[in-house]
């Protein structure tokens, strides 16, 4: 099962297949993310809490 490289959480295969660069078989980050968010090709440090 694929689990989230920043925080650790479960993540369904779908979710890798659409937003995990196709070299890595993790994401770097998911929604339950509290501290990072995608940004376009790259991970960025949130700028506000996202609760």
């Known amino acids: 099962m694929p689990e989230c490289q920043n925080c650790g959480s479960f993540v369904t295969e779908a979710y890798v ?25 790259d991970v960025r440090e949130a700028r506000s809490s996202r609760s």
């Open 17 to 41: 297949r659409v937003f995990a660069p196709e070299t890595l078989d993790a994401p770097r980050v998911c929604p339950n993310c509290e501290d990072k968010i995608r940004d376009g090709n």
